[in-house]
Structure formats: structure tokens, C-alpha cells
């Protein structure tokens, strides 16, 4: 059984959907997708993506990211109820939304939110990011709800297990990011993720973590653990994605 890894397919974007949908109905009927967030912002858009990998993959592994959580478009309800919908709806599909056991190897999903760890947002990321007007935390500050995510996260003990592999949508540390990434660019590294995610890899013994949001495919290790991005993006994210489902691991 294989791992295959994607984040980000963003199918709002018709031929991101055409794509997801076109991914083999034979390839992969005994492996293992992780898809670690941003589906879309639309709740039939999510149902739809679902149900299409449910069919193709033995299992599927799917941990909801900023976009998936915006309810700017269906009513400007709590965030956190859409968060609830979806987990709802991944328990009828037959999707998982916590640690899951696959002989040997354990994949744990690690939920969270920015908690500026990364740094304090300039006026141009106050003014214009668009979770601050799609995500209704009711009040909550990002670090209450980043906090609210965290203690939701099961540690398994993981004695037993010779792999343990996380995931999380967020970006673990940045220093992920290129050092020489564009400054225009560098703005927004307060709002790609939080330190608390790191703390959790190195708690569980992780030996590769996966993550998205940043769009930017990475392969890096640091410290004895290999963190993969494998974003498929916005369709003109042609250099930065690769526009594939990767093969992270054999279980
Ligand atoms: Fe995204
Ligand atoms: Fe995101």
C-alpha cells in the first residue's frame, strides 16, 4: 500500500476539478491519499471532491485547510460550525479525520491555525487577507482559535509503530520557506502557520511531516525529519506546483 500526498486543489478553478476528477479509477484502489486542505470554500464542491477520491483511494486522509472554513459565500456562519459540517460529512463518506493505522505506520492529521509564531502581519496582510473577511471565529483572535485547533489534535502513542507520519495544512516552521523568497512575498509568512504544529512533529517522533498553504512543493530535511509539500494550487502556479498527486511512502 502506497502514501500519495496533495493539498490545495482549490476546485473553484474548473479545470483544478476537471483534473481531481480525471485521476485514475484503478491506479490507486489500494492506496492511501492525504489530502491536507483547501478543497474549496463551497460545501457541495467539498462533498463532490470526497466522494470522487473516496472511490478511487482504499483510504482517505483529509484535514480541512483556511479556505475550506471561509462562510463568506454560504451565509456567514461560525467557522467553527462549517468545521463541525465537515467532519460530519468526512464520518459519512468514510473519509478519516484522525490518526489511522496502516499496518506498521501511523498517519496522524494535526489540525491548527496561525498564531503569528511567525511573526506579526504588516498593515498590507491586516488590510488584505482574505480569512480576516471569509472565516467568521466569532470574535476569536487567531491565536484562540489556533488554540482551539491544537487541543483538538489526538497524540496517539505511537510505541508499536516503526513509522509515524503527520500532516497539517499550515506550515510547521518557517523556515520551510526559501530564505531568498521574494520580499514582496515575506509579508505574508505570519499568516502561513505556527510554531505549536512543530512542537507536536517532534512530540510524536515524526519521520515526515506533510503540509500545504504555502503552495510552494518542498523537500527538505531538518533535524531528522523530511517535510513535504506537494501543493497543486491555483492553475497559474505553474513553477511553484507540481500539479500531480506524490508518492510519500509505503506503508
Ligand atoms: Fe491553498
Ligand atoms: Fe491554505
Not at 62 to 75: A, E, V
Not at 120 to 136: A, E, L, V
Not at 178 to 184: C, F, G, L, N, V
Request: hydrophobic content about 40%; proline content about 6%.
Amino acid at each position: 500500500m502506497r502514501l500519495f500526498l496533495a493539498s490545495d486543489l482549490h476546485v473553484d478553478y474548473p479545470e483544478n476539478l476537471h483534473w481531481i476528477e480525471s485521476v485514475s479509477e484503478i491506479d490507486y484502489v489500494d492506496d492511501v491519499l492525504l489530502l491536507a486542505g483547501d478543497i474549496s470554500d463551497e460545501m457541495h464542491l467539498i462533498e463532490r471532491v470526497l466522494r470522487v477520491v473516496k472511490a478511487r483511494f482504499r483510504h482517505v486522509v483529509f484535514i480541512p485547510g483556511n479556505h475550506d472554513l471561509w462562510t463568506s459565500r454560504s451565509g456567514k456562519g461560525p467557522s467553527f460550525g462549517k468545521f463541525d459540517a465537515i467532519l460530519s460529512l468526512c464520518r459519512e463518506e468514510g473519509i478519516e479525520t484522525g490518526p489511522l493505522a496502516i499496518g506498521k505506520a501511523l498517519i496522524v492529521p494535526l489540525l491548527a491555525w496561525y498564531d503569528y509564531s511567525f511573526g506579526q502581519p504588516g498593515p498590507t496582510i491586516r488590510r488584505g487577507w482574505m480569512d480576516f473577511y471569509k472565516c467568521n471565529w466569532e470574535g476569536l483572535q487567531p491565536a484562540e482559535v489556533a488554540f482551539r485547533f491544537e487541543a483538538m489534535n489526538v497524540i496517539p502513542d505511537t510505541s508499536g509503530f516503526d513509522a509515524v507520519y503527520s500532516a497539517s495544512h499550515f506550515v510547521p516552521r518557517i523556515d520551510l520557506m526559501p530564505a531568498r523568497y521574494p520580499e514582496k512575498h515575506k509579508a505574508l509568512f505570519p499568516v502561513l502557520g505556527t510554531d505549536r504544529l512543530e512542537t507536536q512533529i517532534r512530540r510524536l517522533g515524526s519521520q515526515k511531516h506533510f503540509y500545504g498553504h504555502s503552495h510552494l512543493n518542498r523537500n527538505k530535511v531538518i533535524d531528522g525529519v523530511t517535510y513535504i509539500n506537494n501543493a497543486y494550487g491555483y492553475p497559474s502556479e505553474t513553477e511553484i506546483s507540481a500539479k500531480t498527486i506524490l508518492h510519500v511512502a509505503d506503508l
